[in-house]
């Protein structure tokens, strides 16, 4: 790939789920993907708890902000070749005209900002989300996408969806 592969991933408020996908996706495909993450309803702020656990990670939080999808949607946004919702909600929402079409699938994770509990307990399920992204990130960068036709790509698009974080990764 000469070409960053742009990829922006999606939920309601973006401010952690989404937030976590679009740093994976950063760090993970640094010189061939660019991560992008959007909200239908942003929150304004990203979760304290993904904030964290990202610096936890050595992640440069300095820029990260919860937006609007429709930054995405526009004549100047960059444009887009795959979109992944990661919450149900978002998944279910009609969603903006994407510029040229993106691959999109769905590849929803617990909302690890409703998790119950201690501070401790809240952490463990953002370190859930992270690592059940972690994985599916991993897995859709393994693929050569020059070698799937669309059919291909979308099977293996929803595949990935299904994956679960391994034992050993939470």
């Given at each position: 790939?000469?070409?960053?592969?742009?990829?922006?991933?999606?939920?309601?408020?973006?401010?952690?789920?989404?937030?976590?996908?679009e740093c994976l996706i950063n760090r993970l495909g640094e010189g061939?993907?660019?991560?992008?993450?959007?909200?239908?309803?942003?929150?304004?702020?990203?979760?304290?708890?993904?904030?964290?656990?990202l610096e936890e990670k050595g992640y440069n939080t300095a820029d990260l902000r919860s937006k609007s999808w429709d930054e995405f949607s526009g004549d100047v946004a960059p444009q887009i070749d795959f979109v992944f919702t990661v919450c149900d909600n978002a998944a279910g929402e009609v969603c903006p005209i994407w510029p040229g079409h993106p691959a999109k699938a769905h590849w929803g994770i617990p909302d690890p900002a409703v998790a119950d509990g201690s501070d401790k307990d809240k952490m463990q399920a953002f370190r859930t989300a992270y690592a059940q992204l972690e994985r599916r990130i991993g897995a859709f960068m393994n693929l050569n996408l020059d070698e799937l036709d669309d059919t291909a790509l979308k099977a293996e698009l929803d595949a990935i969806g299904k994956l679960q974080a391994g034992e050993d990764e939470s």
């Open positions: 790939m000469t070409n960053k592969t742009n990829v922006l991933i999606l939920c309601t408020g973006n401010s952690a789920r989404s937030i976590l996908g061939h993907y660019k991560g992008y993450s959007a909200g239908s309803t942003p929150t304004g702020k990203v979760n304290p708890f993904a904030l964290k656990l």
